[in-house]
């Protein structure tokens, strides 16, 4: 388990920002933000409500709209909710290596499936 950094607290400001503007939106408050070397990647916020969609949820239109990658080593994504499955799914699948959630009290999705995958 890292020490958390002033670079995520200020990364996770920005995923909160995030978050607020899917609020915003009568959406459901989760953003996310990816970062690699300090700089930002792609950020988003859960689109559920507003596009009727079931599988927008924040961290796959942030991984989205980040695009192809040819690797994600070095990378940390930020969310401000613990990731449901198939966002963890999907982390786990492009290898993302690290991850900061804000909560987990109210879901804790599937934090003990990535931290298995983070001893590996």
């Known amino acids: 388990m890292d020490q958390i950094s002033e670079d995520d607290r200020r990364f ?3 995923a909160l920002s995030e978050a607020k503007k899917s609020l915003s939106e009568n959406g459901v408050p989760v953003g996310a933000v990816l970062v690699k070397d300090g700089k930002i990647i792609s950020s988003g916020h859960n689109q559920r409500v507003q ?3 079931p599988i927008a949820h ?3 239109d942030c991984i989205e709209k980040a ?5 994600y080593k070095g990378m940390t994504l930020y969310t ?6 198939m966002c963890s799914g999907t982390i786990i699948q492009f290898k993302i290596p690290r991850l900061v959630i804000g909560e ?5 999705g599937n934090i003990e499936i990535l931290k298995k995958m983070e001893s590996k």
């Open 12 to 14: 996770y400001k920005i």
């Open 58 to 60: 924040g961290e796959m």
């Open 80 to 85: 401000t909710l613990s990731p449901y499955m």
């Open 51 to 53: 596009k009727n969609n």
């Open 104 to 108: 987990n009290k109210n879901f804790d």
């Open 67 to 71: 695009g192809r990658q040819t690797s």
